[in-house]
């Protein structure tokens, strides 16, 4: 499977061979979104949290006694049923929102998104990419060259995916809305497909092969 490489102005330097077995999977919708419900379940936190009687200050004392007052019999002022007590079936931060996937499964939907990018010319794969200073305007001049090219609105969305932390990379794009760095052994089925661009550097395909094929 081939594919154009380009330099960082945007020039077609030659073409790649991709592995089949990670750029040319048959996408399985179905699979691709329990990876990434799992993936985002995951990453929830319960942050809503309601007390409950126990958690509640003061009503340490019985109100009044159990018979004789003509009133209801009280235990604390703390009830649920009383103004200022407990809520009863309230959010808690115990709550549990974990969802089990297989590695396999959680490794194969990664790879069918990423066949999926290279499938609608979503994939842009670049020899190198490098800026002399950690400047936006320097990495937002290469996206210009890129867009001429290439012919892709890369304005949709940018992933670009690294072979190894870069801090000059990643302080220029941090301003830029809709693009992202990451680097391919962190690579995610939720990252690829949150964006509209692939932006991949050559290096980083034998990362991924080397972290994810066994």
């Given at each position: 499977?081939?594919v154009?490489?380009?330099?960082q102005?945007?020039?077609q330097v030659s073409k790649?061979d991709?592995?089949?077995?990670?750029?040319d999977?048959a996408?399985n919708?179905?699979l691709?979104?329990q990876?990434?419900?799992?993936?985002?379940?995951?990453a929830?936190?319960?942050?809503?949290h309601?007390?409950?009687r126990?958690?509640?200050?003061?009503?340490?004392?019985?109100?009044?006694?159990?018979?004789?007052?003509?009133r209801?019999?009280?235990?604390?002022?703390r009830?649920p049923i009383?103004?200022?007590?407990?809520?009863?079936?309230?959010p808690t931060?115990e709550?549990?929102?974990t969802?089990?996937i297989?590695?396999?499964?959680?490794t194969?939907a990664?790879?069918m998104?990423?066949s999926?990018?290279?499938?609608?010319?979503?994939?842009i794969?670049l020899?190198?990419l490098e800026l002399a200073?950690?400047?936006?305007k320097?990495?937002?001049n290469i996206?210009?060259?890129l867009?001429s090219?290439?012919e892709?609105?890369?304005?949709k969305g940018l992933?670009?995916?690294?072979?190894q932390?870069d801090?000059?990379l990643?302080r220029?794009a941090?301003?830029l809305?809709?693009?992202?760095v990451?680097r391919?052994?962190?690579?995610n089925?939720?990252?690829v497909l949150?964006?509209?661009?692939?932006?991949?550097?050559?290096?980083?395909?034998?990362?991924?092969?080397?972290?994810y094929?066994?």
């Amino acid at each position: 499977m081939k594919v154009d490489l380009y330099n960082q102005k945007g020039e077609q330097v030659s073409k790649v061979d991709l592995p089949a077995k990670i750029f040319d999977l048959a996408i399985n919708q179905d699979l691709v979104h329990q990876a990434v419900v799992a993936q985002m379940a995951n990453a929830r936190e319960a942050i809503a949290h309601t007390k409950d009687r126990g958690e509640r200050r003061g009503g340490g004392r019985k109100p009044w006694r159990q018979k004789g007052t003509g009133r209801a019999r009280h235990g604390s002022i703390r009830s649920p049923i009383w103004r200022g007590g407990g809520i009863t079936f309230g959010p808690t931060r115990e709550r549990v929102f974990t969802k089990k996937i297989n590695k396999k499964m959680k490794t194969k939907a990664l790879f069918m998104a990423l066949s999926s990018k290279v499938k609608d010319k979503e994939m842009i794969l670049l020899d190198k990419l490098e800026l002399a200073q950690g400047k936006t305007k320097q990495i937002v001049n290469i996206f210009n060259d890129l867009k001429s090219k290439v012919e892709k609105n890369l304005d949709k969305g940018l992933l670009i995916v690294l072979p190894q932390s870069d801090q000059k990379l990643f302080r220029a794009a941090n301003n830029l809305p809709k693009v992202d760095v990451i680097r391919a052994d962190s690579l995610n089925v939720v990252d690829v497909l949150k964006y509209k661009y692939l932006l991949m550097l050559q290096e980083a395909i034998k990362v991924i092969e080397k972290t994810y094929v066994k």
